[in-house]
Nanobody, 121 residues
Framework: VQLQASGGGLVQAGGSLRLSCAASGRTFSAYAMGWFRQAPGKERDFVAAITWSGSRVYYRDSVRGRFTISRDNDKNTVYLQMNSLKPEDTAVYYC???????????????WGQGTLVTVSS
């Protein structure tokens, strides 16, 4: 599976962005998908995850209610809708796929290249 993340950019606080992650390969629908982020000088943190069917989702506390993860298995794409963005959301965002619905990066074995989100105050 190869993953290509896109949709990052510069936005003012309170604004919105939608990230997309397009996957190649015929087994996309068999994998759980996750979004992670890494701010400068910090570790890569879990943001959101979704099961292969889309029936379950999970978010880190600081984005719950503002971010929405979804997927379209017909298009081999997972999305992260980000609303009410805050300066502390500034980071490189990565999508990842793996066999289990999890929050730890080690559970994901395929990673996209990352897309930069910058939120100005």
């Amino acid at each position: 599976v190869q993953l290509q993340a896109s949709g990052g950019g510069l936005v003012q606080a309170g604004g919105s962005l939608r990230l997309s992650c397009a996957a190649s390969g015929r087994t996309f629908s068999a994998y759980a998908m996750g979004w992670f982020r890494q701010a400068p000088g910090k570790e890569r943190d879990f943001v959101a995850a979704i099961t292969w069917s889309g029936s379950r989702v999970y978010y880190r506390d600081s984005v719950r209610g503002r971010f929405t993860i979804s997927r379209d298995n017909d298009k081999n794409t997972v999305y992260l809708q980000m609303n009410s963005l805050k300066p502390e959301d500034t980071a490189v965002y990565y999508c990842a796929s793996g066999p289990t619905f999890a929050t730890a990066p080690l559970n994901y074995n395929y990673w996209g290249q990352g897309t930069l989100v910058t939120v100005s105050s």
